[in-house]
């Protein structure tokens, strides 16, 4: 009997998990197909979102090399303007095709084009592209002879101490403005600076030049 019994009281467990079992499923069924049908769904969109991406960035980088052969050829072949231009105008890579621009045509002395190529640079990302243009805006004015203006950059410039950008290029170039203005105590001044501060490198060792140099003409 005490066999029987726990047979009995087996197969009673057994039904008994299977009924909740089926209850739980009956309950639980759809908010289980909805959260697994939203989760697919999600993925889907993330799987989507990457490629979109990737495809992009592949683009752009046909682009940016597009546009690099293209500022190769400008010295040789001066009609390439017109397709730089072309291409500067276009999305994300519109402040490197401008500053290609700018490039040539301040190699060319050309100071009004390459003031309206670097103002067409947007000024949203504080990042090498954007230095780079400060600075080359300043080499114009200097080149102008408006030395407040360039001065008024680098001064800027350097009040950030931006860290996606060599400070010692924008010293170097604001110490030789002071010599080339007349201002040689000052000029000699911040050649010290630099060559102290900035010890390893181009600049650094440059400036030590221009230090003896300005030091002999005493």
Same mark, same amino acid.
């Given at each position: 009997?005490?066999r029987?019994?726990?047979?009995q009281?087996?197969?009673?467990?057994?039904?008994?998990? %299977?009924?909740?079992?089926?209850?739980f499923?009956k309950?639980?069924?759809?908010?289980?197909?909805?959260?697994?049908v939203?989760?697919?769904?999600?993925?889907?969109?993330i799987? !989507?979102?990457?490629?979109?991406?990737?495809?992009n960035?592949?683009?752009?980088?046909?682009l940016l090399n597009q546009?690099?052969?293209?500022?190769?050829? +400008?010295?040789?072949d001066?009609?390439?303007v017109?397709?730089?231009?072309? %291409?500067?105008?276009?999305?994300? +890579?519109?402040?490197? !095709? @401008?500053?290609?621009?700018?490039?040539?045509?301040f190699e060319?002395?050309e100071?009004?084009?390459?003031?309206?190529?670097l103002?067409?640079?947007p000024?949203?990302?504080?990042?090498?592209?954007?230095?780079?243009a400060?600075?080359?805006?300043?080499?114009? #004015?200097?080149?102008?002879?408006? @030395?407040?203006?360039?001065?008024?950059i680098?001064?800027?410039i350097?009040?950030?101490?931006?860290?996606?950008?060599?400070l010692?290029?924008?010293l170097?170039?604001?110490?030789?403005m002071?010599?080339?203005?007349?201002?040689?105590?000052?000029?000699?001044e911040? @050649?010290?600076?630099?060559?102290?501060?900035?010890?390893?490198? #181009?600049? !650094?060792?440059?400036?030590s030049?221009k230090v003896?140099?300005l030091?002999?003409?005493k």
């Amino acid at each position: 009997m005490k066999r029987k019994e726990k047979r009995q009281l087996k197969k009673d467990e057994l039904a008994t998990t %299977l009924t909740k079992f089926v209850k739980f499923a009956k309950r639980w069924t759809k908010p289980i197909i909805a959260a697994f049908v939203a989760a697919v769904f999600i993925c889907m969109i993330i799987l !989507g979102v990457k490629i979109v991406k990737a495809r992009n960035v592949r683009k752009e980088s046909i682009l940016l090399n597009q546009i690099f052969e293209i500022s190769a050829e +400008l010295n040789n072949d001066s009609t390439k303007v017109e397709e730089l231009e072309k %291409l500067a105008g276009k999305g994300t +890579l519109t402040r490197i !095709g @401008y500053l290609e621009l700018a490039s040539y045509w301040f190699e060319k002395e050309e100071w009004d084009k390459t003031i309206e190529c670097l103002q067409r640079i947007p000024e949203r990302n504080k990042d090498i592209i954007y230095y780079k243009a400060k600075d080359l805006m300043a080499q114009v #004015y200097i080149k102008q002879k408006k @030395y407040e203006d360039a001065l008024k950059i680098y001064d800027k410039i350097e009040a950030k101490k931006p860290k996606n950008f060599p400070l010692d290029v924008i010293l170097f170039h604001k110490a030789q403005m002071l010599e080339q203005k007349g201002d040689i105590q000052l000029a000699t001044e911040l @050649y010290m600076k630099i060559r102290d501060e900035f010890q390893q490198t #181009y600049y !650094g060792y440059e400036a030590s030049q221009k230090v003896a140099k300005l030091e002999r003409k005493k």
